[in-house]
């Protein structure tokens, strides 16, 4: 199985502030076939299913805010917020959907500072 | 409006058995592999099952694999999930999903507690 790793397990910005999630996986999710990185990202607020944000890595999913970013390839993958706002606070999950099992990362909360 | 309705969680006794509906509307279900998630309480995320657009493919996560059954019905727009054997690790709240893009789509869930 791929394991997801995310790093911080919690994070702490100030409005207004820039905040960057990392994920790693165990194994590559670049297909390269069509060069594509089977990586997504997901916010879940307190209460409420997992929304999508970025899947292929960086492909910013229809009514997403551009503030949202995610980059990345190969293992190593990046969520960055570019300018937090208070409705950003979450848990953020990345995901690979290369492979089955779908592994999830073990989820990074975010809180204003 | 695209919307995932589960239901059939609730209380069960270790080794019973629940099943899970999830009705989909808003959206050309037949085109969609469909995904059951679940997530204990107040842990992470973790992929349970996939099932193809016409339901000849499946997959499961070891942890279910030989005591749960994904299953569709195209024609009523629905998804199931048949959960034997049930254990106390099974405890969750369980997310249907329609997978496009990532996953594109939600339910709000349906809550499985596994308790003597």
């Known amino acids: 199985d791929i394991v997801v790793t995310q790093s911080p397990d919690s994070l702490a910005v100030s409005l207004g502030e820039r905040a960057t999630i990392s994920c790693k996986s165990s194994?590559?999710?670049?297909?390269?076939?069509?060069?594509?990185?089977?990586l997504a990202w997901y916010q879940q607020k307190a209460g409420q299913p997992p929304k999508l944000l970025i899947y292929?890595?960086?492909t910013r999913e229809s009514g997403v805010p551009d503030r949202f970013s995610g980059s990345g390839s190969g293992t190593d993958f990046t969520l960055t917020i570019s300018s937090l706002l208070a409705e950003d606070v979450a848990v953020y999950y990345c995901?690979?959907?290369?492979?089955?099992?779908?592994?999830f990362g073990q989820g990074t909360k975010l809180e204003i500072k | 409006e695209v919307q995932l309705v589960e239901s059939g969680g609730g209380l069960v006794q270790p080794g019973g058995s629940l099943r899970l509906s999830c009705a989909a509307s808003?959206?050309?279900?037949?085109?969609?592999?469909m995904h059951w998630v679940r997530q204990a309480p107040g842990k992470g995320l973790v992929w349970v099952s996939r099932i193809n657009s016409d339901g000849s493919g499946t997959n499961y996560a070891d942890s279910v694999k030989g005591r749960f059954t994904i299953s569709r019905d195209n024609a009523k727009n629905t998804l199931y999930l048949q959960m034997n054997s049930l254990r106390a690790e099974d405890t969750a709240v369980y997310y249907c999903?329609?997978?496009?893009?990532?996953?594109?789509?939600w339910g709000q869930g349906t809550l499985v507690t596994v308790s003597s």
């Open positions: 995901q690979q959907y290369y492979t089955t099992p779908y592994t």
């Open positions: 292929l890595a960086s």
């Open positions: 808003g959206f050309t279900f037949s085109s969609y592999w």
């Open positions: 999903a329609g997978n496009y893009n990532g996953f594109d789509y």
């Open positions: 194994q590559s999710v670049l297909y390269s076939s069509n060069n594509k990185n089977y």
